[in-house]
């Protein structure tokens, strides 16, 4: 998180994940399951703050450590050259006193994990919001050299981004200083496993703080108050403290290997201990895509306009509901409601891909962009069974 730009709102949702749009209601059998659950727990206020490669100057950090290792302060010396701190420059309109409007240039700060490079460019990992609307990034390293950045791509539905350095503006002492990070595999963490997380805590500089796994899979909302824009994942939970500015860091896990990357926290006064990642195996193919291609996105994530809820198999087979995502509710003025689907029915297919769950209607949408249509299958409630019914839905920006 950003330490001063970045405010967000954390909603767990207990019964409806977030996908994209809005939702609620039914129209059949199984429909009081869906409305009778929770739409949201209560808000929380949130303060924000590899790829192989061939070099012989960067190479991946190996720490040797085992997994049973109690020796954090090794682990974290070999880690932490893999880890560096961004400070991004913002320009704000104020209104004066006397009614005029004035630009400030805004500063705050964030952190990023090295995880790639080519002959041109060191490629670096952080969160969108420590990087959107910068007019200025510069990124300081483990020897306390700086260089100036770029944005190579954002994500923001998953809040993610990576941001490139010229090798060229690095001194021959800072290259041979610098680790790529190890990418661990956050699916096989399990609850109780030690956690250590990495960053530029407040924009004082790197620190560390220690903890366990807490939870798996967490649903949770953010909300960007400075675009409207909302985003939901399902994160690692952690008891290391993330606090503003760790934002993009590394969560670790006793080897040094990143298993996700550190996003914000609760800041509720009555919360504590309840720090979130992104898990690598979520970020990972995301950011090699955004490496690979440099896609920036700026006119929002797509979305189809509805709020749906998993039919789990559970769920399935007891009110014998098709397998899919549950609209409980659509939203006025968006795709889905422009194509017809209407509140009850279940989204089983996206163009060729089965819907199963709303992971799989995430990741489904990441292959399209604002604006494209795209056939979704959806399952109507007949007569106490369903029919198969397939629509056009021309898909619309997030931040619409």
Same mark, same amino acid.
Request: proline share 2%.
């Given at each position: ?64 450590a085992t997994s049973a290792s109690t020796d954090i ?98 001194t021959e002492e800072t290259l041979k ?17 030690? @956690?250590?997380? +990495?960053?530029?805590? #407040?924009?004082?500089?790197?620190? =560390? $703080? &220690?903890?366990?796994?807490?939870? %798996? !899979? ?64 979520? @970020?990972?193919? +995301?950011?090699?895509? #955004?490496?690979?291609?440099?896609? =920036? $996105? &700026?006119?929002?994530?797509?979305? %189809? !306009? ?95």
């Amino acid at each position: 998180m950003g330490s001063s730009k970045f405010m967000g709102k954390v909603t767990k949702c207990a019964a409806l994940a977030l996908v994209f749009g809005v939702v609620g209601g039914t129209a059949f059998s199984g429909a009081n399951y869906f409305m009778e659950s929770n739409l949201f727990a209560d808000g929380k206020e949130v303060t924000e703050e590899g790829k192989t490669i061939d070099s012989d100057k960067i190479q991946p950090v190996s720490t040797g450590a085992t997994s049973a290792s109690t020796d954090i302060s090794g682990v974290v010396k070999d880690v932490m050259p893999s880890i560096v701190s961004i400070t991004s420059m913002t320009q704000q309109e104020i209104l004066s006193f006397f009614g005029q409007n004035r630009m400030f240039e805004s500063e705050s700060s964030g952190s990023g994990i090295l995880i790639d490079k080519d002959d041109e460019y060191l490629y670096v990992a952080t969160n969108n919001h420590v990087v959107e609307g910068a007019n200025a990034l510069t990124v300081q390293f483990s020897d306390e050299t700086t260089a100036p950045a770029t944005v190579r791509g954002t994500d923001p539905a998953d809040d993610l981004a990576v941001v490139q350095i010229k090798l060229s503006d690095l001194t021959e002492e800072t290259l041979k200083t610098i680790q790529l990070a190890v990418m661990g595999d956050s699916e096989k963490i399990s609850v109780g496993d030690s @956690a250590i997380a +990495i960053g530029n805590a #407040l924009g004082y500089g790197q620190s =560390v $703080t &220690t903890g366990v796994i807490s939870a %798996l !899979g967490r649903e949770v909302t953010f909300q960007d108050e400075s675009t409207g824009e909302t985003v939901m994942s399902r994160l690692i939970q952690t008891d290391a403290a993330i606090n503003p500015g760790n934002s993009g860091g590394a969560l670790i896990n006793t080897k040094g290997e990143v298993i996700g990357i550190n996003s914000s926290k609760y800041s509720d006064t009555k919360v504590e201990g309840m720090g979130f990642a992104i898990p690598i195996a979520t @970020a990972g193919p +995301i950011l090699e895509d #955004l490496v690979a291609n440099g896609k =920036v $996105t &700026t006119t929002g994530s797509p979305y %189809l !306009g509805i709020y749906g809820k998993e039919v789990t198999e559970e769920v399935s087979s007891q009110y014998q509901m098709p397998r899919g995502v549950y609209v409980a509710q659509v939203i006025e003025g968006g795709g889905a409601e422009a194509a017809g689907i209407i509140e009850g029915n279940i989204i089983t297919k996206v163009g060729d891909k089965e819907i199963v769950s709303m992971d799989d209607l995430k990741e489904a949408l990441r292959d399209y962009q604002v604006g494209d249509a795209v056939m979704v299958t959806v399952q109507v409630a007949d007569n106490g069974g369903y029919l198969e019914k397939e629509v056009s839905v021309s898909l619309t920006a997030r931040t619409d």
